[in-house]
C-alpha cells in the first residue's frame, strides 16, 4: 500500500512592511528610537575623543605623562636652575630608574655647580 504525500503548502508571499515618517505606527518609534540611540553613542564617542585629543595635544602633560609633570614642577620651583648669568654650571641629569636611583644631586651641588635629576622609572 502506497501513502499519499500531503499536499505542500505554500506561504503567501508578504510585502515588506514601509513606513511612512510621520506616522503612528509603534514599529516605527522602536525603529527611529534605535537610530537615536545609536546617532547618540556615536557623537558621544567623538566628542569624548576630541576631548582627550584636545588635552594631550594642548600641553596637560599631567595626563600623559604624570611622572614628567612631577619632574618638571620640581626643576621649575629651583630659579638658581633657570638664571641667566649665575655663575654656577648648571647639569640636568636625564635618564632612566637608574639615573633617578644612583644620582645624588643633592652631594653633587657645590659652589661652582647646580645638579638637578631629572632621571624617571620605567623611561629606558
Same mark, same amino acid.
Given at each position: 500500500?502506497?501513502? !499519499? ?38 557623537? !558621544? ?9 584636545? !588635552? ?13 609633570? /612631577? ?8 630659579? /638658581?636652575?633657570?638664571? !641667566?648669568?649665575? @655663575? ?6 636625564? $635618564? ?22 631629572? $632621571?624617571?622609572? @620605567?623611561? @629606558?
Amino acid at each position: 500500500m502506497k501513502l !499519499a504525500t500531503p499536499p505542500r503548502v505554500i506561504a503567501p508571499r508578504r510585502e515588506p512592511v514601509r513606513i511612512a515618517l510621520g506616522t503612528n505606527d509603534p514599529r516605527h518609534r522602536i525603529d527611529l528610537r534605535g537610530r537615536v540611540a545609536l546617532l547618540t553613542g556615536v557623537v !558621544a564617542f567623538v566628542v569624548l575623543q576630541l576631548g582627550i585629543h584636545t !588635552a594631550l595635544q594642548s600641553g596637560a602633560s599631567t595626563v600623559s605623562d604624570p611622572i614628567y609633570a /612631577e619632574k618638571l614642577a620640581a626643576i621649575r620651583s629651583h630659579p /638658581e636652575f633657570f638664571a !641667566a648669568h649665575s @655663575g654656577r654650571h648648571r647639569l640636568l641629569a636625564i $635618564g632612566s630608574s637608574r639615573t633617578q636611583l644612583c644620582l645624588n644631586a643633592e652631594r653633587l651641588t657645590n659652589d661652582r655647580r647646580t645638579v638637578f635629576n631629572f $632621571g624617571a622609572a @620605567g623611561c @629606558g
